[in-house]
């Protein structure tokens, strides 16, 4: 199971939010600092969430990006105000390594599909962000349907991953609900990152034996709450 240190981008600074809003930034420093001491800790990926793009600037960021994936030479999973075609191409042709569609893959299916297909499955993860059973998009305040309906539909447009953000756990440090990731990977046979309430070697342990592909640490990394170190031991 591979560990993916987040690393959330605003107005140039890395940041954590709690449930996802702008007014509960902490910065951190910047991103390439804060990258390189999770890889230099043992990590070999990294999450990358563009806020500036989410709250409304998709472009933002993008010389920081290009020189955090240039510098680190890592596998970079990149999502945020990715709101067309065209963002997610950009995102690519500088290196990404997969980007993340979240609102544009409920409002326009299809792009998940021509994605796939232009670039590879591989390079191509349909976000899952649910709450109590309902996947939430536009920066979490609109339902959207079943979750696992979603999950079904986005394996048969082509998609090679799924990202699960569990919305009702995101940045408060209070563990994981296995219960909703047990529900989709019994639907769906694409790997499933899961991110959202990550903050101990137990939760990790939990999400490996479930036979989840990844983990993303956030707030619990940044406050101290675990290691990149404990969290690679839980994920062997």
């Given amino acids: 199971m591979m560990i993916f240190p987040a690393v959330d981008i605003l ?6 939010l709690v449930q996802g809003r702008r007014e509960t930034a902490t910065a951190y420093g910047t991103p390439l600092e804060n990258a390189s001491k999770w890889l230099d800790a043992g990590a070999d990926a990294l999450h990358v969430i563009n806020l500036d793009g989410a709250f409304g600037s998709a472009g933002a960021n993008a010389d920081l990006i290009g020189e955090l994936i240039r510098e680190t030479g890592v596998f970079v999973e990149l999502g945020g105000g990715i709101r067309s075609r065209e963002d997610a191409r950009k995102w690519l042709e500088i290196g990404v390594g997969r980007v993340i569609l ?7 299916p299809e792009v998940v599909r021509d994605l796939s297909l232009e670039y590879g499955p591989d390079q191509v993860m349909a976000g899952v962000d649910a ?30 991953s799924l990202l699960f953000t569990n919305v009702g ?6 563990g994981i609900e296995t219960g909703p990731v047990a529900g989709l990977l019994e639907r769906t046979r694409l ?10 070697a137990a939760d990790i342990r939990a999400l490996r034996n479930l036979g989840v592909s990844g983990a993303v640490l956030g707030s619990a990394l940044y406050s101290g709450k675990i290691t990149v170190e404990k969290a690679l031991e839980a994920a062997r």
């Fill in 131 to 160: 709450r109590d059973g309902s996947v939430m998009i536009e920066g979490w305040q609109e339902e959207a349907g079943d979750y696992l309906s979603w999950a079904e539909r986005f394996e048969l447009l082509g998609a090679g």
């Fill in 102 to 108: 979240g609102t544009i893959a409920i409002r326009e």
């Fill in 191 to 200: 790997p499933v990152v899961v991110a959202g309430g990550v903050s101990s």
């Fill in 169 to 174: 756990v995101e940045g408060l440090c209070r």
């Fill in 11 to 16: 107005g140039g600074r890395c940041v954590q």
